[in-house]
């Protein structure tokens, strides 16, 4: 029997988290030491129950590790000219190093005029057009905070991952397009594969690494893996399963722990990772802003 089949492991993202937010907590206090006080701004439209909840915790992370937290709760029924006066006075506003706008936003506000008009250098969800193109020419710039967990992940799971190769399920903006640009980077070769792909799991079969970012619940099983695999699930899916409501990927746990080498669960893989990757990103912003101009110290 294989190593792989024996002995599977499964990737602790909250203990990831964990130790991302300390190195954050270290970099706070040494701006703190240099008189910089890094900022981030939330803001919040409507009162979408999950958003709430969203934003609550990235606050208490942000006060966890010493940042300081600005948040601006607007009503449903906010227009689109009050939300973008909003974002132009926290662009001008030297307190604010980060700045995010929880989503989804409601139906009659433009989402993507909303995102351009965060100040690149402040757009810790890295959605900015700038950021976005940035990241495909390999610059340095603000990424987007669930792909940067999964590729740290990564990283401390399988060492060194130039030449694996990695499949992606799923092309969405937020995950799987930002995820396979970062895969690129790390010297990895790269397959999306989507709905319109055929024969997925022949496709997925021949990764070394599988991002499933998909939103379909249990879609990948062990028939799409390679033995041996590293399996990275980001779906977050809610389904009613023996009369109870339970949260489950886009992987089918249970079929493919005895095959992968190293997987994550759901809850607590990806997940926390994303806010952890925030507050890196309000940290890495905050330096942008107030240090990258200053002369060196004698």
């Given at each position: 029997m294989s190593r792989a089949a024996t002995l599977p492991r499964l990737i602790d993202g909250?203990?990831?988290a964990a130790r991302v937010l300390a190195e954050v907590s270290d970099e706070v206090a040494d701006l703190r030491a240099r008189g910089v006080q890094p900022g981030l701004a939330v803001v919040l439209v409507g009162s979408d129950p999950a958003s709430q909840v969203y934003v609550r915790n990235k606050v208490l992370r942000a006060e966890e590790t010493g940042i300081r937290s600005l948040e601006h709760k607007l009503p449903a029924d906010t227009d689109e000219a009050?939300?973008?006066a909003l974002i132009e006075h926290l662009n001008a506003s030297a307190e604010v190093n980060g700045i995010l706008v929880q989503l989804p936003l409601p139906a009659h506000i433009n989402e993507q005029r909303v995102l351009q008009a965060i100040d690149p250098l402040k757009d810790v969800d890295g959605f900015h057009s700038e950021n976005v193109g940035g990241l495909s020419q390999g610059r340095e710039v603000l990424t987007p905070c669930t792909p940067s967990g999964c590729l740290r992940l990564l990283q401390d799971t399988c060492g060194e991952l130039r030449g694996k190769h990695a499949v992606v399920v799923g092309r969405s903006n937020i995950v799987g397009k930002?995820?396979?640009?970062?895969?690129?980077?790390?010297?990895?070769?790269?397959?999306?594969?989507?709905?319109?792909?055929?024969d997925l799991p022949a496709l997925c079969r021949q990764a070394d690494i599988v991002v499933a970012a998909v939103g379909k619940p249990r879609l990948i099983d062990a028939n799409w893996l390679k033995p041996g695999a590293v399996v990275i699930d980001v779906g977050i899916n809610r389904?009613?399963?023996?009369?109870?409501?339970?949260?489950?990927?886009?992987?089918?746990?249970?079929?493919?722990?005895?095959?992968?080498?190293?997987i994550t669960p759901v809850p607590g893989g990806v997940g926390p990772m994303t806010i952890a990757y925030l507050m890196k990103n309000t940290v890495a912003a905050t330096r942008r802003q107030c240090l990258a101009a200053r002369p060196a110290q004698p």
């Open positions: 909250k203990a990831t009050t939300l973008l930002p995820m396979a640009a970062l895969l690129l980077q790390a010297d990895c070769t790269v397959t999306v594969v989507h709905s319109r792909s055929q389904i009613d399963e023996d009369g109870r409501s339970k949260l489950v990927g886009d992987v089918d746990f249970d079929s493919a722990l005895s095959l992968v080498s190293a």
